[in-house]
């Protein structure tokens, strides 16, 4: 799931000539955690848009386009929420929610299961 994220990103800034992609992650509300990815790649192609995370929707001619669809889908299946913007003058950030850990699970049982 979140290597999808990260193949798209690392995919998208293949054609930079100084190429970046950061990851972060900080605590949102009801023991959520919001995790971005952002790279600094062409942006969003107008086109796909809309319908990038239906499946088998790409611009990629070697592409499957199911990557988003089943990020999406895992995501939904643990009560978080996904989206992406395009930055001005290119650059994309995908920004997903998914439970911290410590609201899953008890305290002494996450040290149990290590
Ligand atoms: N970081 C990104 N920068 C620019 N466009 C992106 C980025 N991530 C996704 N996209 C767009 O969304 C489309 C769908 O992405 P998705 O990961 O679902 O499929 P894919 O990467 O084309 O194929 P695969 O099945 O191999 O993942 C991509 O084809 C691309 O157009
Ligand atoms: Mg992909």
């Known amino acids: 799931m979140f290597f999808n994220l990260i193949r798209n990103a690392l995919e998208a800034v293949r054609d930079q000539s100084e190429r970046t992609l950061a990851i ?3 605590p949102a509300p009801d023991g ?3 995790i971005t990815v ?3 790649g062409p942006g969003l192609d107008p086109l796909i848009r809309d319908r990038m995370f239906q499946p088998f929707a790409t611009t990629k001619t070697a592409g ?3 990557g988003l669809s089943i990020s999406q889908s895992i995501v939904h299946a643990h009560g978080g ?3 992406a913007e395009s930055e001005p003058g290119g650059g994309t ?3 997903f ?3 911290r ?3 899953l699970q008890e305290p002494e049982q996450a040290v149990r299961n290590g």
Do not use: K, Y
């Open 24 to 26: 972060r992650s900080i």
């Open 32 to 34: 959520m955690v919001e």
């Open 38 to 40: 952002e790279d600094n």
């Open 64 to 66: 499957m386009g199911i």
């Open 81 to 83: 929420s996904i989206a």
């Open 93 to 95: 950030v995908f920004r």
């Open 97 to 99: 929610t998914l439970p």
């Open 101 to 103: 850990a410590e609201a």
